[in-house]
């Protein structure tokens, strides 16, 4: 259900409004969910995904979020592929959140890990191809004529013998009534009209004649509005608080003390605003107050220098770094990074004795519902959540700490409630990508080839705060990803970990472990090329013989950047190629560097590997906004900390990457007919890397942190 200034009303709406109306819903059934009509004319619900209306249209519902990734129309494509509808008359809807949406990836509703269209793949063409088959049936009756004499074409069935022909609309009472089909034949891909074609985005329009509502747009009716003060430092709790002057600010309705600080509630959110600044709190800053970057830096340090949990193990790496001719050894470290998304953290709750209703730009439905769930009693059926437009996710909305706010203040209230994050709230109070420290080795023999690679990590656990049964032994896979599945031929290879358990709140970064690993491990790569007197393209070539796929992306990246050739003085070439979330991508960039140190990325050359590409307009978009976030993190962006607190507090000592500062961009897909993966993520690990090689082959200098700063090159 769209946020609606009354939701009441829209039910109203359903039950009036769309009476008279017949029509076929492709769907489970959700009881509490979709209203049921009582009118015997009423669409059926069979299964969750597809709706047919009398007047033709088609509605899609899509179980995952749209955070300006696509997924709204890539989905919709498996389904309408199959359908044989009218692409013009779709129409698309986010699915509520129920069990039949989970995604099996992660056993729950949510968005995340590059899963979507891996994952939507198969069930998404089968809806479409259920409800083709049962509209073909329905005809067929009407017709008095064989199933298999009928075929569906852009939105009807059709009886090429005798010429009949009927809409979809027309069928779907009927088909309705048939049975759903056990098994359905999906297509050939020769025989695909939507699915590889560039179809254009079915949010767009929306969002740019400003009809989409983002989280931060819901207005219900007798809404109220809070903002909430949190303690500075991680880990502290409000010692006391008073609140006179916030109440008496005109249009402050309530002052309330909630687990994650003080919450003023007012008609307005300006209003909220300012009842908060008039707050005077004194917080008990608790055991981190003392806590910093460098005190975070120092046991990280000392980490490395004891053995952790293995995560990798082949052959005898000691053996093979003694045996060598030659020796390569470096530390890498990467700081805490925000996700810093346009939107702001946002929820609107509307608790009631029948029922909670959730208006949340989330990436997980299933824990914003859990979360409101707990909070108020209900039981989770109880509890709508409407997926409302994300602007920008990136792993931050994974979280559900904005739900819980709005949750405990409209229960607190007996009002809806939506709560708004300031901007400086988001910054300093995040669920961030962890800080990383890492200590390589390497083992050349007389030719310069590897014989040994050893990395131990010590990291923050994301795991640890998020799904902290999947740690085993100690070890967070996600923090070890990106180097401990380092792909070159290397026979001895040991990596091991080292959980650091820090007082910093950890959360997935576009990219998770693969962002500061890639960095690592393809720098390190380099070193390795540079020691071999190699060209680190052909070093990387000859080491990834058995990785046909890697191989793949690594060529064409270097051919269609034109690798070997001259460049214009001044300009410098970096390479670098990684595997994430089951893409390939490699990445060759252009830069030049400034007197006084400034790195300027002119130009960036992408090779990836998804499978087959569903919408390659959205596909080459997502590659391209990956890139410019993995430059962002290279050359602009970290958190550090200082007193238990983030010292950074807005886009002013936190930037991005702005647009005069964005290079071109070429994108390139290989023809692939194998099974899809994802593209929100697999392009930013190899920026940095490729960034901070380019470096290296311009001045000498190796770059072994992020970011990269003028100071290191003037």
């Given amino acids: 259900m769209s946020a609606v200034t009354n939701p009441l009303d829209r039910r109203s709406f359903l039950k009036t409004g769309l009476a008279g109306a017949t029509g076929l819903v492709i769907g489970f059934y959700l009881p509490g969910r979709r209203e049921v009509l009582a009118a015997s004319s009423a669409p059926a619900v069979l299964n969750a995904w597809i709706q047919i209306t009398p007047e033709d249209q088609v509605t899609i ?34 699915a509520p959140a129920d069990k039949v949406y989970f995604d099996p990836a992660f056993g ?48 009807a069935v059709f009886h090429s013998a005798t010429k009949r022909r009927a809409t979809f609309g027309s069928l779907a009472e009927a088909a309705a009534q048939i049975p759903q089909p056990k098994e359905v034949k999906l297509k050939d891909p020769s025989q695909f009209k939507i699915i590889g074609k560039p179809i254009k985005r079915v949010d767009t329009p929306k969002k740019v004649n400003g009809t989409a509502v983002f989280g931060i747009d819901v207005r219900l009716k007798g809404m109220l509005h809070a903002s909430v003060e949190h303690c500075p430092v991680f880990g502290g709790k409000v010692a006391s608080f008073d ?24 008609d307005n959110t300006w209003t909220a605003f300012q009842g908060r600044k008039a707050l005077d709190i004194k917080w008990d800053e608790g055991p981190n107050a003392a806590v910093s970057s460098a005190s975070i830096r120092k046991s990280f340090m000392d980490a490395v220098e004891k053995p952790g949990v293995v995560s990798r193990k082949e052959g005898d790496a000691a053996a093979g770094l003694s045996s060598a001719a030659q020796k390569v050894e470096a530390v890498y470290e990467a700081p805490y990074q925000a996700h810093a998304t346009m939107e702001p953290m946002n929820g609107t709750a509307d608790v009631r004795a029948d029922g909670v209703d959730l208006w949340v730009a989330t990436q997980f439905q299933t824990p914003s519902q859990g979360t409101a769930a707990g909070i108020t009693g209900q039981k989770p059926e109880n509890v709508k959540v409407h997926t409302t437009y994300l602007g920008g996710g990136f792993g931050r909305r994974g979280w559900s700490d904005f739900v819980a706010e709005s949750t405990i203040l409209s229960k607190a209230m007996g009002a809806p409630v939506q709560v708004t994050w300031t901007r400086e709230d988001d910054m300093q109070h995040d669920y961030y990508r962890p800080a990383s420290y890492i200590k390589m080795a390497a083992g050349l023999d007389a030719n310069g080839k590897p014989t040994a690679f050893t990395a131990r990590v010590a990291c923050d656990s994301i795991m640890s705060w998020f799904f902290p049964g999947s740690i085993k032994n100690g070890l967070d896979a996600s923090s070890v990803e990106g180097v401990s599945d380092i792909a070159y031929d290397i026979p001895n290879i040991l990596v091991d970990y080292q959980l650091m358990a820090g007082p910093i709140p950890m959360g997935f970064w576009r990219s998770v472990g693969a962002s500061q690993n890639g960095f690592f491990s393809e720098s390190f790569v380099d070193e390795l090329a540079a020691a071999a007197k190699k060209d680190p393209y052909e070093y990387r070539r000859d080491l990834l013989s058995k990785k046909p796929r890697h191989l793949g992306v690594l060529n064409l990246a ?21 595997e994430a979330f089951s893409t390939y991508a490699a990445e060759v960039v252009e830069i030049s560097i400034d007197k006084d140190g400034t790195v300027n990325v ?10 087959r590409v569903i919408n390659p307009d959205t596909a080459e978009a997502q590659v391209s906004g990956a890139i410019v976030y993995g430059i962002t993190a290279a050359l602009k962006s970290e958190i550090t900390i200082d007193r238990g607190r983030v010292v950074q507090t807005n886009f002013a000592d936190n930037p991005t990457l702005r647009m005069n500062e964005t290079p071109k961009i070429e994108v390139y897909f290989i023809p692939s007919e194998e099974t899809p993966t994802g593209l929100g993520e697999p392009a930013v690990p190899p920026v940095a890397p490729a960034i901070a090689n380019a470096i290296f082959a311009g001045t000498g200098k190796r770059i072994r942190h992020m970011p990269i700063k003028p100071e290191d090159l003037a």
């Fill in 602 to 611: 002119h130009r960036v050359v992408a090779a990836v590997d998804c499978g």
């Fill in 558 to 578: 270097a051919q269609k950047a034109g690798w070997g050739t001259p460049l214009p003085k001044g300009r410098f070439r970096g390479i670098a190629v990684l």
């Fill in 61 to 94: 519902l899509i179980s995952k979020s749209e955070m300006g990734q696509g997924v709204e129309t890539s989905l919709a494509m498996l389904a309408a592929e199959e359908l044989e509808c009218d692409w013009k008359r779709i129409h698309t809807e986010f």
């Fill in 243 to 266: 609140a006179t002057k916030a109440k008496a600010i005109p249009g402050v309705k309530d002052v309330i003390q909630i687990p994650t600080g003080v919450a003023v509630v007012a």
């Fill in 108 to 155: 729950m509703q949510g968005t995340g890990g590059s899963q979507s269209i891996h994952s939507g793949w198969e069930p998404m063409r089968k809806a479409g191809a259920t409800a083709r088959e049962m509209l073909i049936g329905a005809a067929a009756q009407k017709w008095s004529v064989d199933a298999s004499e009928c075929h569906a074409e852009n939105g």
